[in-house]
């Protein structure tokens, strides 16, 4: 089955050090995750992050309690960083961040490549629910961190 790539990319005006900051630490995810979702970090990771740590948070989707388990594969800060989950609702899932400054402020670059099980059925959820439902939680998550960090929309 194919894969699926969603992009984003928005600008925040903080120094990049600061969005990289935010980022990089998982505990953040409550933050900007959408409430219905219920994101809870279950294991604390490595403070700094690092690559290899891998830590474990729960969310809940249709009323199901999902478990997944994410590694950093790559850390550079503050540049990039990707996460990949290790265990979890996703056939595939890696997701690139890259913080790039520009006038005063830094530009947000995600790239998520996502795989869902099942086959021919896990392409129809696609087609009807996961994939706008994974659009709306990266527009939440841009909405919060513009009023985060004070960006105007």
């Given amino acids: 089955m194919a894969d699926h790539i969603l992009e984003s990319r928005f600008w925040l005006p903080r120094p990049r050090a600061d969005v990289f900051s935010f980022f990089a630490d998982p505990a953040n995810l409550t933050a900007i995750t959408p409430g219905r979702l219920r994101f809870t970090l279950l294991t604390s990771p490595p403070n700094p992050l690092e690559a290899g740590a891998v830590f474990d948070c729960r969310i809940r989707w249709l009323g199901i309690c999902l478990r997944w388990r994410t590694m950093i594969r790559e850390y550079d ?5 990707v996460d990949v ?15 790039r400054e520009e006038n005063g402020g830094t530009w947000v670059e995600d790239r ?8 021919p059925l896990g392409c129809l959820l696609h087609a009807l629910v996961v994939g706008r439902q994974l659009r709306a939680i990266f527009a939440h998550r841009r909405r919060r961190l513009e009023e985060l960090f004070g960006a105007s929309s």
């Fill in 77 to 81: 800060p503050p540049y990039r960083f």
């Fill in 85 to 99: 989950q290790l265990r979890g609702p996703y056939a595939r899932w890696e997701h690139r961040h890259v913080f």
């Fill in 112 to 119: 998520v490549t996502y795989r869902l099980p099942l086959g």
